[in-house]
């Protein structure tokens, strides 16, 4: 697990249980933490799991 991945994993978790899992940013931090690709449209699509990559 990279530390990206770790990172979204605690802001998913930290989500859940403040209950706020309707949001965008919540289904991006649970897509991400589970190792599937990032939903968020980026304008650099060879970015697998991060815009962060530029």
Known sequence: MTTEI???AVVAAAMEAQGATHSFMYKRAKAIA?????????????????????
């Open 6 to 8: 770790r990172n979204w």
């Open 34 to 54: 589970e190792g599937q690709p990032d939903p968020m449209p980026t304008s650099f699509p060879a970015a697998p799991l991060s815009i962060s990559a530029a």
